[in-house]
Every structure is written in structure tokens, then in C-alpha cells.
């Protein structure tokens, strides 16, 4: 939920971590071009195997 208010496509990295769709309030979406992401989102991802420390490390809850 920290990510909430950023464009979807913020999250898609390259080549190697793309987003390819979005569960909403229990309904799937594939159409996520110009999409912003709130809180409860749900983003499903294609990753590479190079791409998985870099998924990782956008994810990563800073510490408090």
C-alpha cells in the first residue's frame, strides 16, 4: 500500500519486470495503460530470472 499513487507502469523495469495486469476490488484487468495504483491493488507481473533482485528491490518496505 506504500505504492499507492503511482502510475502503474512506474513498476514495469526494462525488459526484465513487466506488469501485466491488475486485480481491483476482486475484478482482473489487463488494460492497465494510464492506470494509477491504490490501495488493495493487486499488479501481476512477468519476471525474468535477472530481473527478480530488482522486482525485490522496488518492493522492499523501507525501514522505520
Same mark, same amino acid.
Given at each position: 500500500?506504500q505504492l499507492?499513487?503511482? /502510475?502503474?507502469? *512506474?513498476?514495469?523495469?526494462g525488459? *526484465?519486470?513487466?506488469? @501485466?495486469?491488475?486485480?481491483?476490488?476482486? *475484478?482482473?484487468? @489487463?488494460?492497465?495503460?494510464?492506470?494509477?495504483?491504490? /490501495?488493495?491493488?493487486?499488479?501481476?507481473? @512477468?519476471?525474468?530470472? /535477472?530481473?527478480?533482485?530488482?522486482? *525485490?528491490?522496488?518492493? /522492499? @518496505?523501507?525501514?522505520?
Open positions: 500500500d499507492a499513487g503511482q /502510475e502503474i507502469s *512506474h513498476f514495469s523495469i525488459t *526484465h519486470v513487466r506488469v @501485466v495486469g491488475l486485480i481491483r476490488g476482486g *475484478h482482473g484487468r @489487463v488494460d492497465i495503460d494510464g492506470l494509477f495504483a491504490q /490501495e488493495d491493488d493487486v499488479l501481476e507481473f @512477468v519476471v525474468t530470472t /535477472e530481473g527478480l533482485g530488482e522486482l *525485490h528491490d522496488m518492493l /522492499e @518496505v523501507p525501514a522505520k
